[in-house]
């Protein structure tokens, strides 16, 4: 339960700081369509979400982590939906799930800072864009309601720019920026009783965007609460979560299999928390780059290319895969080791967006994602 509220409106690229608050972005426009942005920060495994099982080299390649898609649902004769994401399958037989494999940023390298800039600010090369895809999009909807309100430590790249932005922070705690909180961690360093109760609180604050904590219920909470945020004549129209803990280099059959029942939990609140707005709500999901093909010595994977993009809601055309499958053998591997992006993101996320929120692709696709030669992917949303 929230206790406390505050909120901040900002039209400049700074942020804000705040402990234990779920970490959220949204905007506002005059239109009863719905846009939930949800980052995966960490790089998500795609082929360990949807995974092509039907490719003759996945099994040898993945060794133990393969044991999840067993019994798992097949969708489409090639691929297997992890069972954990109960709530996706079920949209995805309701022809309201639509997944984009072997996609990918044009960024190619594998710092997640960077790649997460990329992903965020719609640029070819990290930093080379100041604004973000979201904010440039609050500008081409209506100008009397194109607002953006976040909830978040800081306002999120992708939210920053010219675009008047608000943020929402649930918090019991005063906020506090990072340069004071490391220089508070270091003054507590020797002293016998408050370190190990000011540790303790920032193992709690970290664990705020983690999907995995405490089963999921966080997870359902923050679905819950920008649902909430989203409803009613002045909800907002367009959100972003972020979420992290998807960086799987060690243990992953644990811990990618908790991540994804707290995504689950989340679009599955967020489903019934929307109630019949969701029958106008996209849903994009997406991570800065996928993970290495085969599984590395301490049962996890490393930084790799191309992942997996999930399209859900009401608008979606979906019930589908959309892949132009690159194969996993070692030839055509993406540097002898990732999956090979055969899919732009970009195209994707701009294409979906526009046909949302009946915006002209090609000016979406410049706006949102400049200095991309991709065209605006077409078919995804119903118009």
Known sequence: MLDRRSLIVSGSLAGTGL????????????????????IQRGAADGLGTLAPTGDPAYAGLR??????????????????????????????????ALFVHAAASPYRDRSHFDGQNVLETGGNMPYD??????????????????????????????????????????????????????????????????HPLWAEAMATRAMAGDLAADGGRGAAATGA?????????????????????????????????????GLDALIGALQVG????????????????????????????????????????????GGRIVADWPGLATASLYEGRDLRPTASLDATIAGAVAQHFALDPALAMKTLFPGGTSQASEGLVVT
């Open 19 to 38: 402990l234990f608050a779920p970490r959220i972005a949204l905007a506002r426009a005059s239109t009863q369509r719905r846009l939930v942005f949800v």
């Open 63 to 96: 060794g133990a982590l393969a044991a999840d898609f067993a019994d798992a649902q097949q969708l489409g004769g090639m691929f297997a939906l992890h069972p954990a994401l109960a709530q996706v399958a079920k949209l995805h037989g309701a022809k309201q």
């Open 129 to 194: 864009v100041k604004s973000g895809w979201l904010n440039r999009l609050v500008g081409l909807l209506p100008a009397s309601e194109a607002r953006a309100l976040a909830i978040s430590a800081t306002i999120p790249a992708a939210l920053r720019g010219p675009a008047q932005v608000a943020s929402y922070a649930p918090s019991n705690l005063p906020r506090a920026s990072d340069d004071l909180l490391n220089r508070v961690t270091q003054l507590y360093q020797g002293d016998a009783l408050l």
């Open 225 to 261: 609460l920008a649902a909430s945020l989203m409803t009613g004549d002045q909800g907002a129209r367009v959100v972003m979560i972020e979420t992290g803990g998807w960086d799987t280099h060690a243990g992953q059959l644990a811990r990618l299999r908790a991540q994804l029942v």
């Open 274 to 317: 929307l109630g019949p707005a969701w029958a106008d709500t996209l849903v994009v999901v997406a991570t800065e780059f996928g993970r290495t093909a085969a599984v590395n010595g301490t049962g996890g994977t490393d930084h790799g290319t191309a992942s997996l993009a999930m399209l859900l809601g009401g608008t979606v055309v």
